[in-house]
């Protein structure tokens, strides 16, 4: 195989990469401003908010994310998986504080139920716009 063949696919995967990260992110903000919209406990001033929300969120989930799960697992595990929304919850709280008065969640129970919805619209809307768009 020659060189130049090689890269054509290592540039075509890069960019797989680059429309699945952008797909991601709109998908995100398209998650978080329908969630908006749904409950009146959850405000997000614009979707370009919502944009700036998603790319937030997406670095705490990457950052943040996987310390919190590990610190949270033995309450995770003797909760049968109940306790997970909890890690979600404070990625959320997290988002709130950085974001300010564009992006606010009023109340610990709602913060529950839509932190749950998120992420459940969010592994939907993956397996159905993201991977296929994307090339996943």
């Known amino acids: ?19 699945s990260f952008i797909i991601g992110i709109i998908v995100y903000a398209i998650v978080l401003y ?6 009146e406990n ?6 370009y908010y919502a ?9 705490l989930n990457y950052v943040i994310k996987p310390v919190l799960i590990y610190w949270t697992l033995p309450l995770t595990f003797l909760t049968f998986g109940i306790a ?17 008065k564009a992006f606010v969640i009023h109340g610990f129970i709602s913060m529950f139920f839509i932190s749950i919805f998120i992420r459940l619209l969010k592994l939907l809307f993956d397996k159905l716009i993201t991977d296929k768009i994307g090339g996943r």
């Open 1 to 19: 195989m020659s060189k130049n063949k090689l890269y054509r696919i290592e540039s075509q995967e890069r960019k797989s990469d680059l429309l």
């Open 34 to 39: 329908m969630a908006s919209n749904l409950f």
């Open 42 to 47: 959850f405000e997000i001033t614009n979707f």
């Open 51 to 59: 944009l700036i929300a998603a790319l937030v969120m997406s670095a």
């Open 84 to 100: 997970y929304p909890i890690v979600n919850m404070i990625i959320l709280e997290i988002c709130d504080v950085l974001m300010g």
